[in-house]
C-alpha cells in the first residue's frame, strides 16, 4: 500500500538537498503517516484507517463536536 493518507491525499514529495556548496541532489519529503483506529457510530465498529498526523488534529476536533468523519 502506498505511504498516502486517505483522508488528505497527502503523499511523498520530492525536492532538492542542498548541501553547503549549494550542490543539488534529489530528495524525499515523507509524509507523517500513522495507524489510527477510529470508532464508526454508523456501524458500531472500530475500523483502522492510515492518516497524516496533520490530519489528527482535525480529527479529534471532529470527534469531540461530534460531527462526522466521512
Request: charge should be positive; include cysteine; charged fraction near 30%.
Amino acid at each position: 500500500m502506498a505511504r498516502k493518507c486517505c483522508k488528505t491525499g497527502k503523499g511523498t514529495q520530492v525536492g532538492h538537498k542542498r548541501s553547503h556548496s549549494l550542490r543539488a541532489t534529489n530528495r524525499k519529503f515523507k509524509a507523517n503517516i500513522q495507524k489510527k483506529r477510529v470508532y464508526d457510530p454508523n456501524t458500531g465498529e472500530y475500523k483502522t484507517i492510515k492518516v497524516a498526523t496533520s490530519y489528527l488534529r482535525t480529527l479529534s476536533k471532529r470527534m469531540q463536536a461530534g460531527k462526522k468523519i466521512q
